[in-house]
């Protein structure tokens, strides 16, 4: 299984290349979508492939939930999903062949003589570095060990040189090939180290551009000395920035949730959250911030990626996510919004909701806000005031209930047939006239009696989404 020089293809060739050892986090989401937009506006092809190569914590649940999210997100991709698992023949294959070439070793230490010198090393305050002492080993010796049937892992023989690459995103990055240790690129069970498994895969699937988070800089020299040992062009490599809270920390679970299907549960929207991860180390160039997702392919490029940290901000994503909102059709809205309202339990009594979903989807930020809205505007819903309902009538007192009596009474004159918003708002406003109060002293009271709070659709709107019968009920 001799790797052939393998021209690099005329169209950009990217992937994704997922762990799943856990959920799919906003992180991975935001390197998935732009290696996704990267291919989609270079008319590449995306391939992705599951590193499941750590046995212990790599789960079938985890990849399901990888590609639930990458569904839900919207993103597909040309070729896979390769399981990297299926692989483990090839990637011995060139370790081995790097072992013929003399460019890697056999080494006999033992895992637990490794971590013996590396606590030496703590103890005396030194770094770690392994001293290349396989290699001082006789070849007698080594065929002697061989024989007896002693473990053995491969180290790669980091040359002594110049590694060095044009990063797309953090221009020229070098490393001295003396500062790496030879690492270890297969085990003494025969399977492959990290490092090892990327280049072989991302060889044999043509890849040619590599765009990960920069957490993975250090990889890199060690990835292409390994490229340059198997005789291969590297690809162009792209590190995103790493997101941070608005604190500058680190994006985690200290943040909040940090999972994109929490998000998802959240109601944020995908178009919404699309937009808000492609921003996420991306710049358009200028300051528009709504970018549908043609508009992203359009414009997408490695160079508008920014090397300085991103920074994950909830409150701009609500917003955005409001934005995406009052776009949307409320029929493009009811299903979701049926299954939060079946999430909180509420039962729409066979209404139709789409008016409703259209009354409270201007104002809204997440689909969530929405379903809570709605089931505040059902029949027979519990309604709580909120802190600002409860300080609006304690500022107006006696006038709060005075005002709802005459507002009930002014609206009740109002049949089935005249329960519509135009005749709704002729009869507040007549009523406000008359008494010579201000018309907000009879809106906000009749808000909060239908809604628990101050903020809401126009009155006569809200009266007539919740119905006649309804409204004069809360009233009352
Ligand atoms: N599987 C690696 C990870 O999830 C990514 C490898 C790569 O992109 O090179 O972090």
Redesign the pocket.
């Known amino acids: 299984m001799e790797l052939r020089p393998n021209p690099m293809p005329a169209t950009p060739r990217l992937?994704?290349?997922?762990?799943p050892?856990g959920y799919l986090h906003v992180g991975?989401a935001r390197?998935a979508l732009f290696n996704w937009l990267y291919a989609r506006h270079s008319g590449g092809t995306l391939v992705l492939r599951i590193?499941d190569t750590d046995r212990e914590r790599s789960t079938d649940a985890h990849t399901q939930v990888i590609l639930d999210g990458l569904a839900w997100l919207g993103l597909d991709w040309d070729e896979g999903p390769f399981f990297q698992g299926a692989y483990a023949e090839r990637h011995a294959a060139d370790a081995r062949r790097l072992l013929d070439e003399g460019k890697a070793y056999k080494d006999f230490l033992t895992a637990g003589e490794l971590e013996a010198a590396r606590e030496r090393a703590k103890a005396a305050g030194q770094t770690f570095r392994y001293d290349r002492r396989a290699l001082a080993l006789p070849e007698e010796e080594v065929a002697r060990r061989e024989a007896a049937g002693a473990p053995y892992t491969i180290r790669f023989a980091v040359p002594d040189e110049e590694i060095a690459w044009d990063d797309a995103v953090h221009g020229r990055i070098s490393w001295q090939g003396r500062d790496i240790d030879d690492f270890i690129i297969l085990r003494s069970d025969g399977t492959a180290i990290?490092n090892l498994a990327?280049v072989s895969d991302?060889v044999a699937m043509r890849i040619t551009h590599?765009?990960?988070?920069d957490?993975?800089i250090a990889?890199t020299p060690k990835?292409i000395a390994l490229y340059r040992a198997l005789g291969h062009p590297e690809p162009v490599f792209a590190h995103v920035p790493v997101i941070l809270g608005t604190d500058g920390k680190k994006l985690s679970k200290r943040h909040g949730a940090t999972a994109v299907g929490d998000y998802q549960h959240m109601g944020i929207v995908p178009a919404a959250m699309r937009n808000f991860l492609a921003l996420l180390g991306w710049s358009p160039g200028n300051d528009d911030e709504i970018l549908p997702l043609d508009e992203l392919v359009r414009r997408f490029t490695l160079e508008g990626i920014q090397a300085r940290p991103a920074v994950f901000d909830l409150t701009k994503l609500e917003w955005m996510n409001g934005q995406y909102l009052s776009q949307l059709d409320a029929r493009d809205l009811l299903a979701p919004v049926e299954r939060q309202l079946a999430a909180l339990g509420v039962d729409g009594g066979g209404r139709d909701l789409l008016p409703l979903i259209g009354a409270v989807k201007p104002r809204a930020r997440t689909v969530t806000g929405i379903a809570e809205q709605v089931a505040v505007r059902l029949p027979g819903a519990t309604v709580t005031r909120d802190a600002k309902g409860d300080a609006l009538a304690a500022k107006l007192g006696d006038r709060f209930a005075a005002s709802l009596a005459m507002a009930r009474a002014e609206l009740a004159a109002l049949d089935d047939d005249r329960w519509q918003p135009e005749a709704l708002e002729a009869a507040l406003k007549a009523l406000a006239e008359r008494e010579g109060i201000k018309l907000g002293d009879v809106m906000q009271p009749i808000r909060v009696a239908l809604t628990g709070g101050t903020v809401s659709e126009p009155v006569h709107e809200l009266l007539a989404v919740v119905g006649r019968e309804e409204a004069l009920r809360r009233l009352d």
Do not use: I, K, L
Not at 15 to 19: I, L, M
């Open positions: 992937r994704f290349a997922p762990s050892t991975g390197t590193e990290y990327v991302d590599v765009m990960r988070g957490d993975h990889n990835q």
